[in-house]
């Protein structure tokens, strides 16, 4: 039987270099056009080495001084709930969910592969590329602990709400997965670009997204993309689904689980549809959802 790693190798919570040393406080550049770039004045570099890049300063996160003291400690604890949703029969890359999280919280610019490899691991970004992009770990686990989460958290169980949502991300051209010529809702436009319809989560200052899916457009699932899906590792089980169906089955999924939600809001793409607005009246709960003025409701 395979050991657990944590046994032998306990990961350290910060970064090893003081914070004077560490990348965050390296001097900061700003680039002015023409792939040119200088260093910032005197006054905002200074400003800038004041609070902006002080990772223990607790204006950088809005955080008390107190609550920022077990940050470290709270976000390894976070990672090691969710460690199991990254573990396959034969491997465990669980190591790599800690460093990306570590560079998305710790770097202010340039989170790219290689850099966020560069400042936390010190290696060249292949094995962060590789775990995000070809690792086979499960996308609806990470959802599903996000959900019992939610379940089993009692200061969720009343006044939270669900919004069903779409999140936009323009593409240079179609051979993403999902990338197809579409509205942008971001952008205000057709495009090309992929759409995720989202679940997020909020009850007060507490906010999360707990349930989440790629919108394949209906032409990927011809035979002209059919190469492409396979490239791409698209399940071959996938069948084509609206927008709306996607959501509908994300909220009576977190229905389901036990998630709770006193509200379920969403904007026009849904609203509009009656026997959408049937199906989220089922689920239970209220809804706000909004409607086109000539909409018969």
């Known amino acids: ?31 002015v056009g023409h792939d040119e770039e200088r260093p910032m004045d005197d006054e905002t570099a200074e400003a800038a ?21 077990s940050v470290g400690e709270r976000l390894y604890e976070f990672w ?10 034969t491997r465990d890359t669980s190591a790599n969910a800690y460093h990306y999280l570590r560079g998305q919280l710790t770097m202010d610019t340039e989170r790219n592969f290689a850099n966020m490899a560069r400042n936390i691991t010190g290696d060249d970004g292949q094995a962060l ?9 499960s996308g609806p686990a990470v ?8 379940k089993a958290t ?20 179609t051979h993403n997965a999902g990338a197809s010529r579409q509205y942008n809702g971001r952008m205000g436009k057709v495009d090309v670009c992929r759409v995720d319809t989202c679940l997020p989560y909020a009850n007060g200052g507490l906010w999360a997204m707990v349930d989440g899916a ?3 457009p209906e032409e990927w699932f011809g035979a002209a993309f059919a190469q492409i899906r396979h490239e791409l590792g698209i399940p071959q089980e996938r069948t084509f689904e609206t927008k709306i169906a996607l959501g509908l089955k994300m909220v009576k999924r977190g229905k389901a689980n036990g998630v709770p939600f006193d509200l379920l809001a969403c904007d026009a793409l849904y609203g509009r549809e009656s026997p959408c607005r049937a199906e989220v009246d089922t689920a239970g ?13």
């Open 1 to 31: 039987m395979l050991r657990d790693w944590w046994e032998d190798t306990p990961m350290q919570l910060w970064d090893p270099l003081p914070l004077e040393q560490s990348p965050a406080r390296a001097t900061q550049r700003r680039f």
């Open 49 to 69: 080495e004041s609070w902006v890049w002080d990772l223990h300063d607790s204006r950088r996160w809005g955080l008390s001084a107190e609550a920022l003291s």
């Open 80 to 89: 090691r709930r969710f460690r199991d949703c990254f573990r396959t029969r």
């Open 129 to 137: 590329q590789h775990f995000m992009s070809n690792s086979p770990w």
């Open 143 to 150: 959802f599903g602990q996000m959900q019992a989460e939610s």
């Open 154 to 173: 009692e200061a969720l169980a009343q006044g939270s709400t669900l919004m069903l949502d779409e999140s936009a991300e323009e593409k240079a051209g």
């Open 214 to 216: 790629l919108c394949l």
């Open 285 to 297: 709960g209220l809804d706000a959802a909004q409607v086109p003025a000539d909409t018969n409701v």
